[in-house]
């Protein structure tokens, strides 16, 4: 009888709440709303505490629905809190709220999002779902993207004005969704800039799937200089920086019809209009090509890249790439590199022992592996020289059967200062069993050596009953691997190689939470592994920090010993505790 009067008095205790609930959603309830934080462009806070593009007194434009219904509202800031009158209620219903926020007001008409010389107003916008009854915390972002031009200083000092004339402009915004519809730009789109003692000249355009930018730049003797941009997506909130340049003031690879021409003319294949001698300078009997600028290739003109080191002589030799090719740090974007019928694949199918790449950076690209390639590396099939200070970011490669090495196939010579930083191995494919592929560099051949580098986010995409046989730095080392680590990769993907019978892989690091058993692949021969030299680390500041402290230690003790015509960069750990090159 107890039991039943306990139930009894718990049921009616469990309807007392429901029905406080119940008068509590049934009640209307002011809107509390503060916050004003906000993101600068490529998504960074503002670097000095409290500041905000956001000052009190501004105003914003609030669009809401479901828990709150408004509509262009107009809130003031007031301290660290957004007041209108009337307040906002929450509704009685218990429902989430969407909230689209803009600052400064959102305006009657698209042509308000423009200034009367054609320039796009810097709107903020905050866009999120926000619990019922409680309190919103706004952060904003930047609704349009940015284009940052330097001008080189000797074409600074002949500029009069620049005009940029983008290829389309914001014909609406869906405000709750911000949302844009673009059409093609007018007269009034284009945007004239005068001459700037810094050099430095920046614009706002929409973001776009298909942006393209013609730039002209009149000088004071009233020449003008003409650039295209070709079309390329362009994300709201990011921040595109480009150096502009007097073309023929300096050699070197400008755009991507440049490119291509090189492409094909380092190859011995003739390319009209174009010669090589507008891309590369020799002195002292050492060629070097330049690229001088960020190049973004068309999904048109990614196809027409010539693999370089790409031809049979007449004696049926292959063709190696026998020069010095110095990216300066700039960026091929959007390749797309595909080769059958060949031993090996890759931007630069083969390097010989005098040729050296270096300062490159290969960024959102894809590389299909051939069904006839034994070798595959993004950046190179098979190198035998030296590849200094390049980097493979967010990028793909596909095959249904491999092998692959995320930055070389094949490693006759020395790979140094360089990463690979979010790679995508694509082998979906049912018929697929056997893979081999490592995130640096495939096979590290005896001569071969991976010094200071590293792979993370090296991610799978791969069908069940596909055989555990990849790693992060080698699949097979039979060379010297040292000051190199792995981080934030799939946890079937050995943390340094699959297949090691070298003793030196030395000085090496790795993440302990994902790889306590498998360090080293199964196919190696333990009897060359000197465990004692490589450690693994946690992910904790302390850790992470001793880890950047050992890299550094090695360039300035083993490596300056042992290396000594190397320049080895050093290491710093970000504030989200990745480590990463000082200088990168």
């Not at 039991?3 to 119940?22: E, H, I, K, N, P």
């Not at 080189?152 to 844009?180: C, G, H, M, W």
């Not at 650039?227 to 050699?251: H, L, M, N, P, V």
């Not at 890759?346 to 590389?367: D, H, M, P, W, Y």
Request: with cysteine.
């Amino acid at each position: 009888m107890k039991f039943y009067c306990l139930l009894f008095f718990l049921g009616m205790s469990l309807a007392g709440c429901v029905s406080d609930l119940d008068e509590m959603a049934a009640s209307e309830t002011d809107v509390v709303i503060y916050g004003n934080d906000t993101r600068v462009f490529n998504g960074e806070k503002m670097k000095s505490r409290g500041s905000s593009l956001i000052q009190e007194g501004d105003s914003l434009s609030l669009f809401a629905q479901k828990g709150i219904v408004a509509e262009n509202q107009k809130l003031t800031l007031t301290g660290n809190s957004w007041v209108c009158h009337p307040p906002l209620k929450w509704s009685k219903e218990v429902l989430d709220a969407e909230i689209t926020a803009y600052s400064p007001e959102f305006p009657k008409n698209a042509e308000d999002f423009y200034t009367q010389d054609g320039q796009l107003k810097d709107y903020l916008v905050c866009k999120g779902n926000f619990a019922y009854h409680t309190a919103i915390q706004l952060h904003f972002n930047h609704l349009f993207a940015q284009f940052l031009f330097e001008a080189d200083p000797l074409l600074n000092k002949e500029l009069k004005s620049i005009t940029f004339i983008p290829s389309v402009k914001v014909k609406s915004i869906e405000p709750y969704q911000a949302r844009l519809s673009l059409e093609p730009a007018t007269e009034q789109q284009h945007i004239h800039l005068s001459h700037r003692k810094d050099a430095s000249y920046s614009i706002l355009v929409p973001s776009s799937d298909t942006l393209s930018l013609k730039i002209e730049i009149e000088t004071h003797a009233g020449e003008v200089l003409t650039k295209d941009i070709s079309a390329f997506r362009c994300e709201s909130g990011q921040c595109y920086r480009a150096t502009i340049k007097k073309k023929g003031s300096q050699i070197g690879i400008y755009n991507a019809e440049d490119f291509i021409a090189f492409s094909y003319l380092i190859n011995n294949y003739p390319y009209e209009g174009h010669n090589l001698s507008q891309y590369g300078e020799t002195k002292n009997g050492v060629t070097t090509y330049y690229l001088r600028e960020d190049i973004h290739f068309s999904e048109k003109d990614r196809k027409r890249v010539q693999q370089i080191g790409d031809r049979l002589t007449s004696e049926l030799k292959a063709t190696k790439f026998s020069d010095v090719f110095d990216g300066q740090n700039h960026t091929l974007h959007n390749l797309w590199i595909e080769k059958e019928f060949t031993r090996e694949s890759g931007l630069f199918q083969r390097i010989s022992s005098k040729g050296i790449v270096k300062n490159l950076c290969i960024e959102g690209s894809t590389a299909r592996a051939g069904k006839n390639v034994d070798i595959n590396g993004l950046l190179c099939g098979n190198n035998e020289g030296r590849i200094e200070n390049c980097h493979v970011i967010n990028s793909t490669i596909i095959t249904t059967k491999g092998p692959i090495g995320g930055i070389i196939g094949h490693n006759i010579g020395t790979l140094y200062n360089s990463s690979v930083q979010g790679l995508c191995i694509d082998t979906t494919n049912p018929r697929t069993e056997y893979l081999d592929f490592a995130g640096l560099c495939l096979n590290n051949t005896p001569t071969g050596k991976i010094l200071n580098s590293y792979a993370v986010k090296i991610t799978l995409k791969a069908n069940k009953k596909l055989r555990n046989k990849y790693s992060a730095l080698t699949y097979a080392n039979e060379g010297t691997i040292e000051n190199c680590f792995s981080d934030s990769c799939d946890n079937k993907i050995q943390a340094l190689c699959w297949y090691n019978r070298s003793e030196h892989i030395e000085w090496c690091y790795y993440p302990k939470e994902r790889y306590t058993n498998h360090l080293i692949g199964k196919g190696s021969t333990q009897q060359y592994l000197s465990e004692k030299h490589i450690k693994y680390f946690t992910h904790s500041q302390e850790s992470k920090q001793a880890t950047t402290d050992l890299l550094n230690e090695w360039i300035q003790t083993r490596g300056a010993e042992l290396y000594a015509d190397y320049q080895f960069l050093p290491w710093k750990l970000e504030s989200d505790l990745t480590i990463t090159f000082d200088s990168f």
